[in-house]
């Protein structure tokens, strides 16, 4: 048995997909449920999360612009990344939340099914919550769902490596772009899950993880205007939740309420909003048409 030193990490963020400190240069230890130091991870400022944003907005546009199927081709990229770093990931989860590493393989197979999943829906949801409308009279009607734009999500703190893939992936998949917060006591796993995103063909700025305390940073990312989503699925603090909501308000954004599930369509949905366009029938006949 060896007895060399385990060389401890400091984890650091993942912004507009490069790994910078905190702007604040702090970071903060994180520990095992039995108290053992496992690593250092970097504590997010209101710049970086302000940085967080500027970068999904930057992104938000081309990502949307992609083609689906070429959107699900990325995502299952990247389940086919973490598919083949389970075993680490396995190993984290174990640390970070004492579960046995049977038990945490379980979980990241889990979240490498959902990343699937959701690749798999890129091409289709569109269909399925879109189409023609009958209208009556001469027209053509179209409704087309699009994505929001920004996503700030809170990820969940006791499960932070699934419940982050499941509140990620449905904004992605759908064309917005992402900022979330990583589990407060348990980073570790979201924040590696920065290196597969960033080796997945993902354009940079798509996700963006902070890590940090959810109580300074999660209002600067509800009040900020150019959010247009917040995810406080994650959020178990009821006197948090409800203050964060009413930030949210003040600048319309959709808000998924705590303890909020749901399948993947209605995942789907939650992120997109619907252009109606109406279109003369009349002058499609007139170009060799008809209705």
């Given amino acids: ?134 209208v009556a009279g001469p027209y053509f009607n179209h409704t087309t769902p699009e994505p929001l734009g920004v996503i700030a999500v809170i990820a969940p703190q006791e499960d932070p490596f699934l419940g982050l893939i499941e509140a990620v992936a449905p904004a992605i998949a759908s064309g917005n772009t992402v900022v979330v917060l990583a589990s407060e006591t348990k980073p570790l796993p979201a924040l590696s899950f920065g290196e597969v995103l960033a080796t997945s063909d993902l354009p940079g700025g798509v996700v963006n993880v902070l890590s940090g305390k959810a109580a300074e940073v999660a209002p600067h990312l509800a009040a900020h205007a150019d959010v247009n989503g917040l995810d406080l699925s994650g959020v178990a603090d009821a006197e948090l939740a409800a203050s964060l909501e009413a930030a949210a308000a003040e600048t319309l954004k959709v808000v998924r309420r705590p303890g909020k599930g749901g399948d993947a369509l209605s995942l789907l949905r939650q992120w997109t909003e619907y252009k109606t366009v109406w279109h003369p029938a009349g002058m499609a006949a007139a170009a060799g048409g008809g209705y």
């Fill in 1 to 134: 048995m060896s007895d060399r030193l385990r060389v401890k990490k400091t984890y650091k963020l993942y912004l507009g997909g490069k790994f910078p400190r905190s702007e604040s240069g702090r970071s903060y230890p994180v520990s095992s449920p039995d108290g053992t130091e496992l690593a250092n991870a970097a504590l997010a400022s209101r710049k970086d999360a302000r940085d967080a944003v500027a970068a999904a907005r930057k992104a938000q546009r081309p990502w949307a612009g992609q083609t689906s199927y070429l959107r699900g081709q990325i995502l299952y990229r990247a389940a086919e990344m973490l598919e083949g770093r389970a075993g680490q990931f396995a190993e984290e989860l174990a640390e970070a939340t004492g579960a046995d590493v049977h038990e945490a393989l379980g979980v990241v197979e889990a979240a490498t099914d959902r990343l699937v999943h959701y690749a798999g829906w890129t091409d289709k949801y569109t269909s399925v919550l879109g189409g023609a409308n009958p």
